[in-house]
């Protein structure tokens, strides 16, 4: 694989997570703090939105497995998905002023469902590349830890830049900013997955008959090890991204302070930062003394250290933000390391389940990757929905003239130890249930992964020996 794939492949991981990110981290603060949106609503049309996709992801991967075309079975998707998806992603972020009320709520529901299907038309093709122009092992592992990489990048900068700049750009009025930074996103996702369409070429591989529905999903069931691994992804994700979801709140209404937004953007940059440098850096350092799933192991524990560490700071006397460096290392660095494991895994279950099936199904085992983050996502947002309504944590319509307010002031303290409760606790549970099911139920190790590769690379032979 040449320098201009590798980059090419990369860029269209920064352009999709950034467009992720902005989505999964800010759509329930945009209709619920600022369009004052029901918390309740907004949690249950998400929520929704992620029930409609068990039906939608798989069949997706069912029409991309059946697609051949001159450009490849995954690019026309690819690029199809992503240019839709982005305009999409602007309306959704650009809603009429003239709604309200139950048109609002309507708007809201409509533009995010939609959103969920043309970015699994874009997901599912692009995960699904990896299998299709890699082989097994280090080439593939390196490849998923480089695109894992990306997408790190692509979400720090939205978490690092959203906030500066929707101020930048909107000053008080968060709508207006959000509105044109969404389109400058918008732009930069659909030039970025451009590239990767025109760099990459996927190699040519065995020509089996597509899948049916009912043979997809009974190929899915069948093989356990990618089901232990999207399991695993759902307890994981959900974990984490409860907390990315309510920590715009924990600076706004609890660290407060009239520049609020600043301190967040200092704690998402070093965040940000430790996150591409555990997937840049750790991984490869981990990975010379420790295997795969070590590293796992590793990353959940270190996870559980932050949140704790988080906890407890949150009840002391957090005037500085710099102290709450300390748990966002173990948590940040622990979510860069997990996005690629589970990447990892989730690709050598592709050779697993041709092993045992006899059929490899690169599309399907990434539907439901794209499938299960985004239940987390919709999990992990009924939860903080729940959290905002119960402990009333909501923005006041506010002027040009009353940019400077602490809005910490105006809140019970009730509701900021249920806020803090709520993004430390929950995580914690999850991330501890998902040490406990992937321990009890994975077995790809290194070892098996080779026996795997070397009976697949027999059968083969054997096959064309036949034939011959």
């Not at 555990?278 to 003394?289: Q, S």
Request: a positive charge.
């Amino acid at each position: 694989m040449n320098f201009k794939t590798r980059m090419a492949y990369g860029l269209g991981a920064v352009g999709k997570d950034m467009v992720y990110m902005l989505s999964a981290s800010y759509v329930l603060y945009y209709y619920q703090d600022i369009l004052k949106v029901s918390a309740i609503a907004m949690g249950v049309i998400l929520m929704a939105a992620r029930f409609f996709d068990a039906f939608n992801d798989p069949i997706m991967g069912m029409i991309v497995a059946k697609t051949k075309t001159r450009w490849g079975r995954f690019r026309p998707w690819l690029m199809i998905g992503t240019v839709t998806n982005a305009i999409i992603l602007f309306l959704m972020f650009a809603a009429p002023p003239a709604l309200d009320g139950k048109g609002l709520v309507a708007y809201a529901a409509i533009t995010y469902i939609l959103w969920g299907v043309t970015y699994t038309m874009m997901d599912i093709p692009y995960w699904s590349m990896i299998p299709a122009f890699t082989e097994a092992g280090k080439q593939r592992e390196n490849l998923t830890t480089f695109a894992r990489s990306c997408a790190g990048v692509g979400s720090a900068l939205i978490t690092v830049f959203t906030m500066i700049c929707v101020h930048g750009i909107g000053g008080a009025n968060e709508r207006v900013g959000f509105k044109w930074f969404t389109l400058i996103i918008s732009v930069l996702y659909i030039a970025f997955i451009t590239l990767t369409c025109l760099a990459v070429r996927e190699r040519s591989t065995v020509d089996v008959e597509a899948p049916t529905l009912k043979q997809m999903v009974k190929a899915l069931l069948q093989n356990d090890q990618a089901m232990t691994v999207v399991v695993a992804i759902v307890l994981i994700n959900t974990s984490i991204y409860i907390t990315s979801n309510l920590v715009i709140y924990f600076f706004k209404y609890d660290f407060g302070g009239t520049g609020w937004y600043n301190s967040y953007t200092v704690f998402n940059i070093f965040g940000g930062a430790i996150q591409i440098l555990a997937m840049m850096a750790f991984f490869p350092i981990m990975r010379k003394f420790l295997s795969t799933i070590r590293v796992f192991y590793v990353s959940l524990f270190s996870a559980i250290i932050g949140y704790a560490t988080l906890l407890i700071l949150a009840f002391t006397n957090m005037s500085n933000v710099f102290l709450l460096f300390v748990p966002a290392f173990f948590i940040f660095a622990a979510n860069g390391l997990l996005s690629v494991l589970t990447t990892v895994f989730l690709a050598n279950s592709v050779e697993y389940g041709e092993l045992r099936n006899n059929r490899r199904d690169e599309s399907v085992l990434f539907s439901m990757q794209t499938f299960v983050v985004k239940l987390a996502s919709g999990i992990a947002i009924l939860a903080a929905s729940v959290c905002l309504e119960i402990f009333s944590l909501s923005n006041e319509d506010i002027t040009e003239a009353q940019k400077v307010i602490d809005f910490s002031k105006d809140v019970a303290m009730s509701a900021k130890i249920g806020l803090r409760m709520t993004m430390t606790i929950l995580p914690v549970i999850g991330l501890i249930l998902g040490i406990f099911w992937f321990r009890k139920r994975f077995m790809l190790t290194e070892a098996k992964m080779n026996e795997i590769t070397d009976e697949l690379k027999q059968r083969k032979e054997a096959e064309e020996a036949e034939t011959a």
